[in-house]
Nanobody, 126 residues
């Protein structure tokens, strides 16, 4: 079992920045890759980005590549999503999630992720 506590969401103007945090408890944080997803009203949940167990590899959705950065601090059991140059279309509830699969790359599919955070709202005003 893994539990997550997400924080850092809020209201920001277009062009601004936010940093989301997701802190885990339960199983060893080194045991799983982490992903960030988001879901806007009336839309399906979509992949934002992911990071492997060691933090040596990341993968991003095209829509955020170059603006968002994922990092992790395994000593603090925390994964971060730094969001810069925010746009109104980035408005969504953002979720962190854990992928326990071994020997696979970072997955873009939500079905690969076993445990999810509660979500944090990000609203970008124009």
């Amino acid at each position: 079992q893994v539990q997550f506590v997400e924080s850092g969401g809020g209201l920001v103007q277009a062009g601004g920045s936010l940093r989301l945090s997701c802190t885990a408890s339960g199983r060893s944080f080194n045991d799983y890759a982490m992903g960030w997803f988001r879901q806007a009203p009336g839309k399906e949940r979509e992949f934002v980005g992911g990071i492997n167990r060691s933090g040596s590899s990341t993968l991003y959705a095209d829509s955020v590549n170059g603006r968002f950065t994922i990092s992790r601090d395994n000593a603090k059991n925390t994964v971060y999503l730094q969001m810069n140059s925010l746009k109104p279309e980035d408005t969504a509830v953002y979720y962190c999630a854990a992928d326990f699969r071994v020997g696979w790359g970072i997955s873009r599919s939500s079905s690969a992720y076993d445990y999810w955070g509660q979500g944090t709202q990000v609203t970008v005003s124009s």
